[in-house]
């Protein structure tokens, strides 16, 4: 079964979340990965790690991607496709520069390399909290809007990895063969193992290889706390933009 290797941010800035990584950090990753495992991209292979990027910052563009061409690394890039082309209103860096959401010609320009994008919603919601109506929406319209950008899209990736069966009876109905978060039951439960600031060489191996297990569970709970955290600070953030 494959498993992702999921990154956020890639920016020499420091931010305010843990989820991101300077790029120096990400190359370093990159080549542990390369020189250790086998590097895929959902549906080419039944094993190895998947690259995966999720939420479609503009960092992605200006340093992970070059580093990618640098050793000829191929990629998924999961966007919240309500974003696309603009300001992120959902975190700051520590100057309080806001960032940017990928905007389409960036991301044609990493397709026709050989990016592949997925779905990571419309707006970025916990689907499993969402009536069947908003679920839907939230599936399909991002497909569909890739679908006419991209061509054919059969990835997704679950926001805050919170995915339940309903989720993935509607991700399947939609189209979707690769659904990434869960424990990596299936095809459509492909498990992510996110990467932060504070992680090294060695804090990587352990979220691969899933040894020493005591290392390996304290690290999932980190993972937990993490999502957690931004859920809260997500929706902090939109209800004092909507109050504006
Ligand atoms: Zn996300």
């Known amino acids: 079964m494959v498993k992702a290797i999921q990154f956020h941010r890639i920016t020499p800035r420091v931010q305010f979340c843990g989820t991101w990584n300077y790029p120096e950090q990400f190359e370093d990753f990159l080549l542990f990965l390369c020189d250790n495992f086998e590097v895929v991209v959902p549906g080419e292979k039944r094993n190895g790690f998947v690259i995966a990027f999720d939420d479609g910052d503009r960092s992605i563009y200006d340093h992970a991607f070059p580093i990618l061409k640098k050793y000829g690394v191929r990629a998924v890039v999961f966007l919240a496709v309500g974003y696309i082309g603009m300001e992120d209103s959902w975190d700051l860096s520590v100057l309080g520069a806001r960032s940017h959401h990928l905007s389409w010609p960036e991301i044609h320009e990493m397709k026709e390399w050989g990016i592949e994008f997925g779905s990571h919603t419309m707006s970025h919601r916990n689907l499993t909290r969402l009536t069947a109506d908003e679920m839907d929406f939230e599936l399909r319209e991002s497909k569909r809007i890739l679908e006419e950008q991209l061509g054919p899209v059969d990835c997704i990736s679950y926001p805050f990895n919170r995915v339940n069966k ?79």
């Open 166 to 244: 309903h989720v993935v009876t509607k991700a399947r109905q939609t189209g979707y063969k690769f659904g990434f978060g869960g424990a990596g039951e299936s095809e459509l439960l492909i498990k992510k193992e996110a990467v932060y600031i504070t992680d090294n060489v060695r804090s990587l191996k352990i979220k691969l290889a899933e040894r020493p297990r005591i290392l390996y569970n304290y690290d999932r709970m980190k993972q937990k706390a993490i999502n957690c955290f931004t859920m809260v600070t997500m929706l902090t953030k939109r209800s004092f933009y909507a109050r504006r």
